[in-house]
């Protein structure tokens, strides 16, 4: 039988080092469907490993992940077919640059869920929809801008239907004019029920959709809350701190919070 109170992803005291250097010291959480978590923290601080030992690109040494309530260190699994359940979004994209955008989404229903062409290419299609991209499926990345590669990328994970989708920095490598359609489109797929865990210093996109809000600092939790905590009344001096540094460097992008209120 289903349980619907399981959680989606369940990360118990995770602890991952790269030879002497301890990245994350003992890191839990937890996400139930359709609930959108914000991870952000100085860089460093062991944001990106924490999503590769999630979907264990980057096994950790100690811990627990649980998909579905599905062990995914457990040595008897299936890691490649329980990692098609886990979106990845990337920083830089990660596009095959010699394949056209519709090429790009469809090849892992292709290579990993056996779909026939035809069928891969319809889903594909649909994914590029989402991400308002349909007009664009016969172009090479190198023929899109910034924006509109990350949205392609966010389609690829979309089309996989997965449990969850985990984004790196989905917008930091984007001119700033390009950040507000990936946003956008971040948004869109949050409202309709998408379960996120989001490492992102866009505080306009975690005020508005995340469930709850993780600050990490030197492979530590350091404070967690809802978004209102964070924006009214953070406790700890390094996290007011670093959210005045996030104020003059990223600005306040309230503006996605304008685009919701006059939908
Ligand atoms: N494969 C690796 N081998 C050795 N050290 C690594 C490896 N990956 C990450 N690190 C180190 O682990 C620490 C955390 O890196 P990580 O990329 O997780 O930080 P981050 O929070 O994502 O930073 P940023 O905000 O800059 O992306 C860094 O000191 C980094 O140099
Ligand atoms: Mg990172």
């Known amino acids: 039988m289903v349980n619907l109170e399981e959680p989606v992803l369940k990360v118990v005291d995770l602890w991952k080092s790269y030879g002497k250097l301890e990245v994350l010291k003992g890191i839990s959480f937890e996400l139930k469907k359709q609930e959108v978590k914000v991870i952000f923290g100085p860089s460093g601080s062991g944001k990106s490993t924490l999503l590769r030992c999630i979907n264990m690109l980057d096994p950790p040494q100690k811990g627990e ?22 979106g990845m979004v990337f920083q830089h994209f990660n596009l095959f640059s010699h394949l056209k955008a519709i090429d790009n989404v469809s090849l892992g229903l292709r290579r990993v869920k056996g779909m026939s062409k035809d069928l891969a290419k319809q889903k594909a299609l649909e994914a590029l929809k989402r991400v308002k991209l349909a007009d ?39 001119d700033p004019e390009l950040i507000g359609e990936v946003l956008q489109v971040m948004l869109d797929i949050a409202k309709t029920g998408t379960t996120m865990v989001v490492v992102t210093h866009e505080m306009g996109f975690a005020r508005a959709v995340a ?37 003059v460097l990223y600005g ?11 939908k």
């Open 65 to 86: 992940v649980y998909l579905s309530g599905i062990n995914l260190m457990d040595k008897n699994v299936n890691l490649n077919k329980l990692r098609s359940k886990i």
């Open 136 to 174: 664009r499926a016969n172009h090479y990345p190198a023929e899109l801008s910034g924006g509109q590669q990350q949205r392609v990328g966010i389609a690829r994970a979309l089309a996989m239907d997965p449990e969850i989708i985990l984004f790196d920095e989905p917008t930091s490598a984007l």
């Open 211 to 247: 469930s709850e809000m993780i600050y990490i600092e030197n492979g530590l939790i350091v404070e967690r809350g809802i978004p209102n905590h964070f924006f009214e009344s953070p406790k700890s001096e390094r996290v007011k701190h670093f959210l005045r540094q996030i104020d």
């Open 252 to 262: 306040k992008h309230e503006d996605l919070i304008k685009i919701e209120k006059e």
